[in-house]
């Protein structure tokens, strides 16, 4: 039978609703645009927040309903992953091959392909796309895919892109507008999927629904409920409730330790990494009962101030730059004995985290993650 373009790509969309509703409900929720010049197949957001996709006839017509319907599901998972509006200032080569890596997953194990009639997963070129190695873990975030990338570029040279990631950077929306769009149509989708959600996408869902927390809040409250420990009777302060002789006042034994981890690698702006000091600043002016101790890492020590004090961030030197490792940080700080109350985690996510500790942590995220620490909270700058 010969299909012409819209009538291919309605029967995808029919085939994935039937065997990954969620996704045919998020392909549904489209505006699909026909454009030659497109080559293959890209999204865009919109600035009403709707998510547009271009597709040349061609390209949709050379493809198989179910290879058709397994680059829709591609198409979804850009868009669920934020990549249309995540470059940044990165190399877009390898950015592409990295959001292609986390979103086909593994080869053995592929994140991504319909069925055909006989069973098989319909995957387009499926020699040559990317995929993650098996030496590396499927749960990082697309940062930690493209660090691993850029220092092995060479293995990278003949993988083919399956879609047009060009049209990513046609994109109306950006930072927290683009954030609500892909909010708006997670949970769209997610209603109309009747609880048939990859599991994936409900952490995504979650993250989301963390950026909405006032972060700052939630530093301040973290902090505060680690105040230093209980008070003792003396006789050389004055009673403030009751200033007579004879009346004891009060001092407390010692102040707590809250130690920040402050991620440092080259995907962190200045911008957010005042964002954060400036937060750092307001509770070490404010909190008498809280002494802060600031590490700064990106996959080495950086610099370390006990205790820090407000306006310390004005004369950091800051080296970083590199890679992002947040599991040795935490080791360095048990090694020093530098943890107490608690820690605070501030980084983008491009990273592995580690086990669960004994200790009350704070993780404060600059994106969204798919895989974020285990213990804790973790809430998403907002």
Sequence with gaps: MTYDAERALADARCLLLKQHPWYGHAAMAFCWI????????????????????????????????????????HEVEHVVRGHCVRQSGRDPHLWNIAADMVV???????????????????????????????????????DFYYNYIEAHRSRCATLRILDNHAIWSTSQLHGRHAEAAVAALLQEASRRARGDIPS???????????????????????????????????????????????????????????????????????????AFFSELDSIARHTATVSLNVLLWDVRYCGFFSPYRSGDWKGMQVTGGGGTDMIAPFKWLEEHGAVDAGVVLFTDGACLF????????????ATPSLDPPTWGRTITLA
């Design 104 to 142: 086909n997953g593994r080869k053995q194990s592929p994140r991504i392909g319909v069925r055909d009639a006989e069973g098989n997963r319909a995957i387009p070129f499926r020699d040559t796309i990317p995929w993650i190695p098996p030496t590396l873990p499927v749960s990082c975030p697309t």
């Design 354 to 365: 580690p086990e669960r500790r004994p200790y009350p942590l704070l993780t404060i995220l």
């Design 34 to 73: 026909r454009c030659h010049s497109a080559g293959t197949m890209g999204v865009r957001l919109r600035d009403d927040g709707a998510v547009e996709c271009l597709y040349s006839p061609k390209f949709v017509t050379d493809l198989s309903i179910p290879e058709l319907a397994t680059v829709i599901q």
């Design 200 to 274: 994936h996408v409900r952490l995504t869902i979650e993250a989301y629904r963390a950026g909405q927390i006032c972060w700052r809040s939630e530093l301040r409250r973290f902090v505060q409920q680690r105040h230093g420990g209980m008070w003792k009777r003396t006789y050389s302060r004055t009673n403030r409730r009751r200033d007579a002789f004879g009346v004891p006042g009060r001092r407390r034994l010692k102040k707590s330790t809250i130690s920040a981890i402050v991620d440092v690698s080259g995907s962190i702006s200045r911008r957010l990494l005042n």
